[in-house]
């Protein structure tokens, strides 16, 4: 092998070692805590040697910074297709001077719930939901990166398009509040999944159960109105 294909390889086992620490990471972090992870057990539910991770990140607290960005990361490639749709929308608009219809920003709303049920009803959803848990009890500069990297901008095009269906300004306090109490309708059916699964008497989430609750976050758009005196 030529120096070059040596030098491709490398790097390719390089990234394939950082990346099972990662996950390895998102996990132990989740479950533990930063100061329950032993960077032991670190290395060993990744596979790797214990120099693996001052090697690639530093230090634990790099591994810590470093998964965080990983999380967001890859929620935000679960939702970049709506995102970018929503948003070359909203920046079309903006250019125009051109109001957000309300027809449209249902439409928008719906497609983003949606995506959302699904996403945090998935298997793969259950260690970003201990990690983001942990970081919004106790937030460090962890949470910073979840947030400035899909929480934030997500929360935020929910605010706009509901402040379009309640013909109110995205910015004000009215719109903050209800877009939160919105998200959390959402975030329950992942961050209180045993209750769910107990309450609607489910033994698991699959496809039929999936439809219900699309169909539940639907009729949770739709319910968006105005509060009365709202727009008078």
Request: proline content about 3%; hydrophobic content about 45%; aromatic content about 8%.
């Amino acid at each position: 092998m030529n120096e070059t294909g040596t030098k491709n390889t490398e790097a390719s086992r390089s990234e394939v070692t950082r990346e099972r620490l990662l996950a390895a990471a998102l996990d132990v972090f989740g479950r533990y805590g930063f100061d329950g992870a032993s960077t032991r057990k670190l290395a060993d539910t990744a596979g790797v040697n214990l120099q693996a991770i001052p090697y690639y990140f530093g230090s634990k607290e790099g591994l810590y910074i470093a998964t965080a960005e990983y999380l967001a990361g890859i929620v935000a490639g679960h939702v970049a297709g709506i995102r970018h749709r929503v948003g070359r929308h909203l920046e079309e608009i903006d250019e125009t001077n051109t109001p957000l219809n309300v027809s449209q920003a249902r439409l928008f709303l719906t497609e983003i719930v949606e995506t959302m049920v699904v996403l945090f009803v998935s298997k793969e959803s259950e260690a970003w939901a201990r990690f983001i848990i942990r970081e919004q009890l106790e937030p460090t500069a962890a949470f910073e990166r979840v947030y400035a990297g899909i929480m934030g901008p997500m929360i935020n095009m929910a605010r706009r398009l509901i402040g379009a269906i309640l013909k109110d300004d995205p910015a004000s306090e009215n719109v903050r509040l209800r877009t939160l109490s919105f998200v959390g309708s959402l975030l329950v059916f992942r961050m209180a999944n045993a209750a769910v699964l107990a309450q609607m008497e489910w033994d698991f989430i699959g496809k039929e159960q999936i439809a219900t609750l699309q169909a539940h976050a639907r009729n949770l758009v739709a319910l968006l109105e105005p509060a009365k005196g709202e727009t008078e």
